[in-house]
């Protein structure tokens, strides 16, 4: 015998999905909740009231990142996206009895096209829940029972053509270092999270091939997670923000000038693949939780240039070496001068050297005293929209279909016989 008097039970229709189509702000398509809530009673309850709900909320917590002084008001925000119900008993104000048995309740919500797809980050969330209560009689515990409800977005069509998929394509050119890389790059601007296909063409052309040389590449798929608060239910109606820059895919990095055949005068075309997981999250865009993805693309151009830091030093050397006076010849010199010339150079050697990042100032190949390599950082960020795919399953594989003997595919062995016998070919025959 269980230990409660009654338990409640729901029961989703597995037609229901919970994708819905289009943007939210745009035409779309919401979808419909259908299901039964189960009320198994083990023992006689009284009721005063049994209602099933659906509930959505976005939350942001911010209150870890909170200095002293701030109120944590400030830090935590939560908002209702959409609330339904249905009741089932109670409107009459009368009390029910209800004897053993099991009661089946059926309920519909029609869900809103405008509702943003589910989400769970590390300071925020958006969560649905399918909830039901049953209202007991004074010194009597209330019965509760929930499920969390599931809501994805889709905006491709799994059936897209190949026509079509080369419109959700996006060429991006550089701005920047034009006089040392001309360089864009093409890629896809929506993707399935669930497995979903990224390609990415780079071309890169140098502009002074004679002294440079692309030294590497780097790709990846940046995911920003923006929370914030509005302020409008704290005290002091103060708003606060936290940013989350993620890497879910990691790096990709490739170093074109150590292939044996490069060639630095040439065009350079490199492509790129990336596989989307659950790992990433869909798009999401609200007034507490907002999500966006770009690839990122880091070029580094290697070049070599004199050094100017010992063509400068030997010019102040000769410079401070004809102002200086000549010592007369009825004196002895002193080693004065020769201190003073030594302590100056030294003192803007060093002023020079601080200007520029070590680590970005490494000596050429053939170690030569008069030759330094540059480094030059040029970006492109491809904004891409992630979605999710209409058809998924939830936890472990679905197993295949089950089929009738006469549909059932031939086994290996009767593949085998029923394959016709290998032809003989005449041995003059030679392959070329």
Avoid at 298 to 306: C, F, H, L, S
Wanted: some cysteine; aromatic content about 8%; proline content about 7%.
């Amino acid at each position: 015998m269980p230990k409660d008097d009654a338990t409640i039970e729901f029961k989703i229709d597995p037609y229901f999905t919970g994708i819905m189509h289009g943007f939210p702000d745009d035409e779309s398509e919401g979808c419909v909740l259908k299901g039964t809530c189960v009320l198994h009673v083990h023992r006689p309850v009284k009721v005063r009231r049994f209602i099933v709900w659906f509930e959505g909320r976005t939350k942001v917590n911010l209150r870890g990142q909170s200095s002293l002084g701030v109120s944590s008001t400030e830090m935590t925000e939560a908002r209702t996206l959409c609330y339904k119900s249905q009741h089932f008993m109670g409107d009459n104000g009368e009390i029910t009895h209800l004897q053993p048995g099991h009661y089946e309740y059926p309920f519909s919500f029609d869900l809103p096209a405008t509702l943003p797809a589910s989400f769970r980050g590390k300071y925020g969330c958006i969560r649905y829940r399918l909830q039901s209560t049953l209202f007991r009689t004074m010194f009597s515990t209330d019965i509760h029972h929930s499920r969390e409800i599931v809501l994805r977005r889709c905006l491709i069509d799994e059936n897209l053509t190949s026509s079509a998929a080369a419109d959700l394509t996006d060429t991006v050119h550089g701005e920047n270092q034009l006089e040392q890389l001309r360089y864009s790059a093409t890629s896809t601007t929506m993707a399935y999270r669930e497995g979903g296909i990224v390609k990415l063409n780079l071309n890169m052309h140098l502009g002074r091939p004679d002294t440079q040389s692309v030294r590497s590449v780097t790709c990846a798929l940046r995911e920003v997670i923006r929370y914030r608060t509005t302020g409008e239910r704290s005290i002091t109606c103060q708003s606060a923000y936290k940013t989350e820059e993620l890497f879910p895919l990691g790096w990709s990095t490739f170093y074109p000038s150590q292939s044996p055949d490069y060639d630095p005068a040439s065009d350079h075309d490199y492509n790129a693949v990336f596989r989307l997981c659950p790992r990433v999250h869909a798009d999401t865009e609200t007034r507490l939780v907002e999500v966006k993805h770009h690839i990122i693309i880091n070029m580094m151009v290697e070049e070599r240039r004199p050094d100017p830091v010992a063509h400068h030093h030997q010019s102040m050397e000769d410079i401070m070496h004809q102002l200086l006076p000549t010592p007369p010849t009825s004196r002895p010199s002193t080693p004065k001068p020769a201190l003073s010339r030594s302590s100056s150079s030294s003192s803007i050697s060093s002023i020079f050297s601080l200007k520029r990042d070590p680590s970005s100032r490494r000596s050429s190949i053939s170690h030569e005293s008069q030759g330094q390599q540059h480094l030059t950082l040029c970006t492109l960020e491809i904004p891409i929209m992630v979605t999710s795919r209409e058809h998924v399953w939830d936890g472990a594989m679905p197993s295949p279909p089950a089929y009738n003997t006469t549909e059932a595919p031939p086994s290996y062995f009767q593949t085998i016989e029923q394959l016709p016998a290998v032809p003989t070919y005449p041995e003059s025959i030679t392959a070329n």
